[in-house]
């Protein structure tokens, strides 16, 4: 036994320098993480998650509801990607909140979207495939990051709403469920607006669910 501790106590002085460079690292990063946790909270600024928000004019009122919320890494399954999602949304302005993303990849982004929202949805394509009782719906998928109006937090958000809705807004705004809902009518506005002249900006899903 002493001779295992003797062999222990030669490793541990073999690499203090390792050791401690490591811990200080640690540290350092603890803090940066902390630092940064307080700052977004402080102004209500969330550019590391991404929500997933249903939206809908029902019997004259716009209605919205979030599907789910997650950590940007969680979907896009790449830091890189992920830091220019979060790099993007910090560009949008109260004009277009349409995260400003290069042409040629923007599919890609979407796609990793369209991905969570199919496993969310698993079930329904797979009672569907079985030619069990389901209701489907197409939808179009964008991705957001708001910054008109009265705000409560700042969040990059996959604005889920169907095509017909989107190219079909009433000229008289709908009642809102809420005062900052205007925000958010102002935005469905500008987003289809956007999708006459953008359309690779928005892409296509079928989400199905069982009856």
């Known amino acids: ?41 402080k102004r209500q600024e969330f550019f590391d998650r991404l929500n ?19 950590r940007c890494e969680e979907v896009f399954l790449n830091v890189t990607a992920a830091e220019e999602i979060r790099t993007a949304a910090k560009l949008t302005t109260p004009t277009n909140p349409v995260l400003p993303l290069p042409k040629e ?5 979407l796609n990793a979207v369209l991905n969570e929202l199919a496993e969310q949805f698993a079930e329904g394509s797979l009672r569907r495939e079985m030619g ?6 197409r939808y179009l ?5 708001e910054c008109a109006g009265e705000l409560r937090t700042r969040k990059i958000r996959v604005m ?5 809705t989107l190219c ?3 000229a008289e705004a709908p009642v809102l469920e809420h005062a900052r809902s205007g925000t958010r009518w102002i935005t469905l506005n500008q987003l289809a607006a956007r999708y006459k ?7 296509d899903v079928e989400l199905s669910l069982p009856q």
Not at 52 to 70: A, H, P
Not at 105 to 109: C, E, I, R, S, V
Not at 197 to 203: C, D, I, R, S
Request: include cysteine.
């Open 1 to 41: 036994m002493p001779e295992v501790m003797q062999q222990i106590w030669i490793h541990v002085q073999d690499n203090a320098v390792k050791i401690l460079v490591g811990l200080i690292f640690v540290g350092v990063g603890w803090w940066f993480g902390r630092r940064r946790a307080r700052y977004d909270w």
């Open 52 to 70: 997933f928000s249903l939206n809908w004019i029902e019997e004259g009122k716009l209605i919205y509801r979030t599907l789910g919320e997650k």
């Open 105 to 109: 990849h923007y599919w890609n982004y």
């Open 132 to 137: 069990l009782p389901t209701r489907t719906v």
């Open 141 to 145: 998928i964008c991705l957001t990051c």
């Open 160 to 164: 889920v709403i169907r095509e017909s």
């Open 168 to 170: 079909a807004l009433p």
């Open 197 to 203: 002249t953008h359309p690779h900006e928005f892409l």
